[in-house]
């Protein structure tokens, strides 16, 4: 996940946050969107980078909105503050969330992330999330969408193989959430309603249902807008919510909650971590 657009939505958050006053700001908004949904309220998109778990777990507490912690996982030439890279640092993370009150995830990275870990440490994570905004340019390498210099080239055929990226990631990687979802590079977004068709959304919908994929609803990027989310909840989606904040900016969920409440979506629409033996991946070939 992006770390210059998160540093930049900081700022921006702090700033309606101070003017609210932080706690009457967070107490008032938890208890209104706690009556407002049959579900308990997650955020199942949390990153610690270098802020402390007691912290977070006090804000947690303080929100009434339980936090699925996710630092990024896979090898270390993928670049983020914090890459849980091998079996040991993945043991001490779990060790470190084990018997907090908050889901135990990570954020994957690249194609290849599964074959950092062995399975049975795997199988102690409670979900597993990944995006799509690191794809391959046209030498096979990896790059970040979201940093200059990334070139999009024609935009239809960008946007073709974009949705094959989302389903070829699906269909390879055991994954519980899919996040970020139909983010754009910053110059399509004018365009976005008309670059995500029915067929291309439809696509990515369905590699979600075949693989068993929950569709992330991010407050961090506003996406995906209603249309896809509606199409998703008629095609018997599941949904996650997520902030993709590091502290103190998880848990805020307004816009995922504003679509949820636009959807009517209830308890059964919405993804919770799986049971032992249900996880992605324990359940799916890699
Ligand atoms: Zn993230």
Known sequence: MPETISRRSFLG??????????????????????????FPLADLHVHLDNSTLDKVVALSKQLGIKFGIVEHAGTKENKYPVVLSNDEELTQYLDRLEGQPVYKGVQAEWVDWMSCFSKGVLARLEYVLTDAMTIRNASGQRVKMWESGFEIGE????????????VEIMATEPLDVFANLTWLPATLMPEYDTLWTTQRMEKIIRAALQYGVALEISSSFKAPRLEFLKTAKAAGAKFSLGSNGRYPNMGKLDYSLSMARSLGLQRQDMFVPPADGQKAVQRRKF
Request: aromatic letters at 14%.
């Open 155 to 166: 935009k239809q055929k960008f946007m073709d193989r974009y949705v094959d990226w989302h």
């Open 13 to 38: 958050r702090m700033a309606v946050a101070c003017a609210a006053g932080p706690g009457l700001y967070a107490n008032s908004r938890a208890a209104t969107e706690t009556a407002a949904f049959d």
